[in-house]
């Protein structure tokens, strides 16, 4: 992840803001996301800042730690222009780095695996296991170990996508997956 890469999400945060303030729009408290090399992370944390959107943003790690996170969403942060003395703030005002790489990097759990399973089939949305689905499994951890910490928080939850991860899972998959509800989609060309 780069600066340059980050700019786009300012245009994201820009549309929902937009999407927002509209009549009848949703007015999320919290934006949670999994977080693999920061640039979705700064460029979404400091689009909020400048829209002044009082929503919270959770990056979920599923690698390295939190430090190294804020220090390199810092980094981004300040080839965007936005450094600390320009903004007053530092990544950690901005966003809050939650530990989610369990085992380690595209290293999947059983119980990640399950929350990828349980979210396909209760909404039809796939989460790849390496990024979004761990990232999810280790919010939907937090939310039932503190539900006072998310009571009446209306969270938007970012899919970066990253589905052909799916491929690398198919063996630890198979053992959870009914057959009947699901099935390997096979390519030719």
């Known amino acids: 992840s780069n600066a340059l890469g980050s700019w786009g999400y300012l245009n994201f945060v820009e549309e929902l803001a937009q999407q927002m303030d509209q009549e009848g729009g949703e007015r999320f408290t919290d934006i949670v996301m999994a977080c693999g090399s920061g640039g979705t992370t700064a460029g979404i944390a400091l689009g909020c800042h400048l829209a002044g959107l009082d929503v919270r943003v959770h990056a979920y790690g599923v690698c390295d730690d939190e430090e190294y996170f804020y220090s390199y969403c810092?980094?981004?942060?300040?080839?965007?222009?936005?450094?600390?003395?320009?903004?007053?703030?530092t990544s950690r005002d901005l966003f809050t780095a939650v530990q989610?790489?369990?085992?380690?990097?595209?290293?999947?759990?059983?119980?990640?695996?399950?929350?990828v399973k349980e979210v396909a089939e209760t909404t039809g949305v796939i989460l790849d296991p390496v990024y979004s689905g761990k990232a999810l499994s280790a919010f939907m951890g937090d939310v039932q170990a503190d539900p006072e910490k998310?009571?009446?928080?209306?969270?938007?939850?970012?899919?970066?996508?990253?589905?052909l991860g799916m491929y690398d899972?198919?063996?630890?998959?198979?053992?959870?997956?009914?057959?009947?509800k699901a099935s390997r989609m096979n390519v030719q060309g």
């Open 74 to 89: 810092q980094e981004i942060l300040d080839d965007m222009g936005a450094s600390a003395d320009v903004l007053g703030k």
């Open 100 to 115: 989610a790489k369990g085992r380690g990097y595209a290293i999947s759990t059983e119980a990640e695996l399950a929350a």
């Open 150 to 163: 998310w009571r009446e928080r209306k969270v938007l939850f970012l899919h970066t996508g990253g589905l």
């Open 169 to 180: 899972k198919e063996d630890q998959l198979a053992k959870i997956m009914d057959p009947a």
